[in-house]
């Protein structure tokens, strides 16, 4: 008779001691993907995720009971967390940041399924370094018009010598990243995205909306520009998803969306690997942009 796993385990993890623990819950039960699966993705992806959110500032979403129980949020370390966990101090207090493979591996043992990392890092906390628009489908669209949407951001952004990099949401959407210099505050960044939001949606009125109305998004994506903000959050590149499949927010190439044929939920913890494998980090280029917001 195989010899029960422990219910907790002492990982030795870059010189840290971690604590893991019920690595056979069942996280994801139409899949039978369990904390030990996610964690094993987590480690194998870290290399290419840790450059990304190196430092910023995490909101912890954690399913003890898997995603088909209810979550809780936590922006604030517990009294009872490790005193060797990265942290930055906040207004309600210390709160987890990511520096290395051991923080890492401490977040997702929390049944932190997905990361939500700041746009900001903690060295800087006003003044956010990425930006992004996040378009979200209304009901029932077309992968080709979502793909067809992302692409008129690009052309609108590169037309004003901005470049941006693709990445599914991991849920029904695609995401839009900048990498942009610290040195404006969320209120000018957020106001930027506004602006070039409307531009967008008045050139493709058909294709783009800002409206928030349920009816204006019938057949149309809305650049949602409310994921710029202090505090505000939203899934990290190469971070997981609770959905079914385990579905994982992944960087593509324009190309890619240009031949539409890849879903913002089909890049998974079980598909991914070959294609890291293959074509590395495909939103490297971000961790280097630092690009100044032209005026419009």
Same mark, same amino acid.
């Given at each position: 008779? %195989?010899?029960?796993?422990?219910?907790?385990? /002492?990982?030795?993890?870059?010189?840290?001691?971690?604590?893991?623990?019920?690595?056979?819950?069942?996280?994801?039960?139409?899949?039978?993907?369990?904390?030990?699966?996610? @964690?094993?993705?987590?480690?194998?992806?870290?290399?290419?995720? @840790?450059?990304?959110?190196?430092?910023?500032?995490?909101?912890?979403?954690?399913?003890?009971?898997?995603? #088909?129980?209810?979550?809780?949020?936590?922006?604030?370390?517990?009294?009872?967390?490790?005193?060797?966990?990265?942290?930055?101090?906040?207004?309600? *207090?210390? *709160?987890?940041?990511? &520096?290395?493979? #051991?923080?890492?591996?401490?977040?997702?043992?929390?049944?932190?399924?997905?990361?939500?990392?700041?746009?900001?890092? #903690?060295?800087?906390?006003?003044? %956010?370094?990425?930006?992004?628009?996040?378009?979200?489908?209304?009901?029932?669209?077309?992968?080709?018009?979502?793909?067809?949407?992302? @692409?008129?951001?690009?052309?609108? /952004?590169?037309?004003?010598?901005?470049?941006?990099?693709?990445?599914?949401?991991?849920?029904?959407?695609?995401?839009? /990243?900048?990498?942009?210099? %610290?040195?404006?505050?969320?209120?000018?960044?957020?106001?930027?995205?506004?602006?070039?939001? &409307?531009?967008?949606?008045?050139?493709?009125?058909?294709?783009?909306?800002?409206?928030?109305?349920?009816?204006?998004?019938?057949?149309?994506?809305?650049?949602?520009?409310?994921?710029?903000?202090?505090?505000?959050?939203?899934?990290?590149?190469?971070?997981?998803?609770?959905? %079914?499949?385990?579905?994982?927010?992944?960087?593509?190439?324009?190309?890619?969306?240009?031949?539409?044929?890849?879903?913002?939920?089909?890049?998974?913890?079980?598909?991914?690997?070959? &294609?890291?494998?293959? /074509?590395?980090? @495909?939103? #490297?280029?971000?961790?280097?942009?630092?690009?100044?917001?032209?005026?419009?």
């Amino acid at each position: 008779m %195989p010899k029960p796993k422990p219910e907790v385990m /002492l990982a030795e993890v870059d010189g840290r001691t971690v604590r893991v623990t019920h690595v056979d819950k069942v996280l994801f039960p139409d899949d039978g993907i369990t904390k030990a699966e996610v @964690l094993q993705y987590y480690l194998s992806a870290a290399r290419y995720l @840790l450059p990304h959110i190196h430092a910023r500032p995490l909101t912890l979403k954690a399913f003890p009971h898997g995603i #088909a129980g209810r979550p809780y949020y936590r922006r604030k370390l517990a009294d009872s967390t490790p005193a060797w966990v990265s942290r930055v101090e906040l207004d309600e *207090g210390p *709160g987890p940041v990511v &520096r290395n493979l #051991a923080d890492l591996v401490w977040v997702v043992n929390l049944d932190s399924i997905e990361l939500h990392p700041w746009l900001s890092r #903690a060295d800087d906390l006003v003044h %956010p370094d990425l930006i992004l628009f996040d378009l979200d489908p209304g009901p029932n669209l077309p992968l080709a018009r979502l793909c067809e949407a992302a @692409l008129v951001v690009r052309d609108g /952004l590169r037309q004003i010598g901005i470049e941006c990099y693709p990445k599914t949401s991991g849920s029904k959407g695609i995401h839009v /990243l900048i990498g942009v210099r %610290p040195e404006y505050d969320f209120e000018e960044t957020r106001s930027w995205v506004l602006a070039v939001a &409307r531009v967008l949606a008045k050139h493709r009125p058909d294709l783009l909306t800002v409206g928030y109305n349920r009816g204006e998004r019938v057949n149309r994506v809305l650049l949602d520009y409310n994921q710029v903000g202090w505090g505000r959050t939203t899934a990290s590149i190469y971070s997981v998803r609770p959905y %079914p499949g385990a579905p994982v927010s992944a960087p593509l190439t324009w190309k890619e969306v240009e031949a539409a044929k890849i879903k913002p939920d089909g890049i998974t913890i079980r598909n991914i690997q070959p &294609r890291l494998e293959k /074509l590395g980090d @495909l939103a #490297a280029g971000l961790l280097k942009s630092r690009q100044k917001l032209p005026h419009l």
